[in-house]
């Protein structure tokens, strides 16, 4: 029968690329990691490593085996989280992120709502590009994250919407951009582009590179004071670019055909762990009841 030790030391072997580097990650003798895995083959009825070479290497069949053994462990891991969580009375601290392009103002009712739930309450609020919170939660620095909906959440995160927010193409009125309405928008790929990066290095599907030309920052509203002074266009929420189009001093790109603006979703992640935590249910579901764009 398979066991969660020979399934641990089958991913572990595949993760770290032999035998006695998965003993040294799992705190384990070489033989006991070898013979779980050979255990392992027995009851599968078939070679999941090729053992020709120096090192290991996963046959056909350990290909096919690999992501439904992934699967396997963090459904473990979801129960043990179950299991320990029957026995929680106290709530445990919450580290919330947020993504800096999601306005927090609606956020503070909320934590007053918490806070009067759960008086003694531990707190901590930070903010990151989405791309950095998911990470952050992943690892543990953050317990919960509100983010945009357009990332690829890892198998031990548990998601769930809660609205949606707008975002445009702007640039400032004074820009060529602004002065003739362009027939597509491959217009853009022709002046700066100004994107939001994450610390992680990683990008989201809202902010790909479309020009040769591009400007930095993790700060949304420095963008947008980047898109005043003309430096190029961005791609931000349409709540914070508000005060600035009223002024008159940005503008939406003009475009004849096609639809720039659209609308992206808003989740809540939080870590597996975390999730059946009562403090972190409710705060779920103030943030579905609450939610406002900006």
């Known amino acids: 029968m398979l066991s969660v030790e020979q399934i641990e030391a089958f991913i572990t072997t595949v993760e770290t690329g032999s035998f006695s580097s998965a003993a040294r990650k799992l705190g384990k003798v070489q033989s006991a990691v070898s013979q779980n895995i050979m255990n392992l083959e027995i009851d599968c009825g078939v070679e999941l490593f090729d053992r020709r070479g120096r090192y290991p290497v996963l046959t056909e069949e350990g290909e096919k085996l690999l992501p439904y053994a992934r699967a396997a462990m963090v459904q473990h891991g979801r129960l043990a989280e179950r299991v320990d969580s029957l026995t929680q009375k106290e709530i445990q601290p919450i580290v919330l992120t947020i993504d800096e392009g999601i306005s927090f103002g609606w956020v503070t009712p909320i934590i007053r709502a918490l806070s009067d739930e759960f008086p003694r309450l531990e707190l901590e609020l930070l903010f990151a590009s989405s791309c950095d919170a998911v990470e952050m939660v992943q690892t543990g620095r953050a317990t919960s994250a509100i983010i945009h909906e ?30 003739t309405v362009a027939p597509h928008l491959e217009i853009l790929s022709l002046h700066r582009q100004l994107s939001i990066s994450s610390r992680n290095n990683k990008t989201s599907s809202l902010h790909h590179a479309l020009s040769p030309d591009i400007w930095y920052s993790d700060s949304y509203q420095m963008l947008l004071e980047w898109c ?38 808003v989740s809540i992640i939080q870590h597996s762990s975390k999730s059946n935590d009562l403090g972190h249910r409710r705060l779920r579901e103030l943030l579905k009841q609450n939610f406002k764009e900006g």
């Open 150 to 179: 357009d990332l690829s959440v890892p198998f031990s995160l548990d998601f769930e919407s809660i609205g949606s927010l707008q975002f445009d193409v702007y640039v400032s009125a004074s820009h060529p951009l602004a002065q």
């Open 228 to 265: 005043i002074a003309g430096f190029g266009w961005t791609y931000i929420p349409t709540y914070l670019a508000k005060s600035a189009l009223e002024q008159g001093v940005i503008v939406p790109v003009p475009v004849e055909f096609e639809k720039i603006s659209a609308m992206i979703n």
